[in-house]
């Protein structure tokens, strides 16, 4: 993996962040996602204590290879946050800014997704990021964690667990996001050995497009 990839980061809360990592993981252009605690002012937020903190997705992205804008079409279609259903603050719709230029197509992007959801009001919030809390290293992965010979196998630091670029991917095809066709162009660059190829190629398979739950 090469260290001139040009890389920005979106942050982005919408319900369980187990499920939001998977997506993300194996979105192309995303080179590391880690789960957390953010949106709030309570200090070190954990998850038996949140506080006013949400759950949320931190991801890293090629920005040549995906768009802020992109990432955002997944967001809107891929969690809930209709004023039909109240929702916890620790599941609230969240877009966190890293810049103005993000601020404006996040705002940009809510207006159209309202007119869209009429009479319906969205609950999105836009915010700038201020702290973001990596959360508990057990919440990490947890899709791969999840598949724990495998996990074992990678030897994943709780450093790794947040900074592990195949461990990012696995999250996401493990979960069955992406798809074999996809996997199989990419596989190649993690550096698996046989039996953990094997082991994930036959579970990406099994998984593939079964959506995401927490
Ligand atoms: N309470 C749910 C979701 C966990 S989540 C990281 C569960 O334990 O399945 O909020």
Not at 150 to 157: G, V
Request: charged share 20%; with cysteine; proline share 4%.
């Amino acid at each position: 993996h090469h260290v001139n990839i040009p890389k920005a980061t979106a942050t982005f809360g919408m319900g369980c962040f187990w499920g939001a990592e998977s997506l993300y993981g194996a979105t192309r252009g995303v080179l590391r996602t880690t789960v957390g605690y953010a949106g709030g002012k309570s200090e070190l937020p954990t998850y038996r204590k949140m506080g006013d903190h949400t759950e949320v997705l931190e991801i890293d992205y090629d920005p040549t290879v995906i768009s802020f804008k992109e990432l955002l079409d997944l967001f809107w279609n891929n969690h809930e946050y209709g004023l039909t259903t109240p929702i916890k603050r620790q599941y609230a719709s969240l877009i966190l800014y890293h810049d103005d230029e993000q601020k404006q197509i996040a705002e940009t992007s809510k207006l159209e997704e309202q007119e869209r959801r009429a009479p319906e009001v969205i609950t999105t919030e836009v915010a700038p990021k201020a702290n973001f809390y990596a959360a508990e290293a057990y919440h990490q992965k947890y899709r791969l964690q999840g598949h724990k010979d495998l996990a074992t196998s990678l030897n994943l630091s709780p450093t790794l667990l947040q900074s592990s670029y195949v461990a990012t991917k696995l999250n996401g095809y493990l979960a069955g996001v992406g798809g074999m066709e996809q996997f199989k162009t990419e596989v190649d660059t993690f550096g698996l050995t046989p039996t953990q190829r094997q082991y994930c190629n036959y579970h990406v398979e099994q998984n593939e497009g079964q959506g995401l739950y927490c």
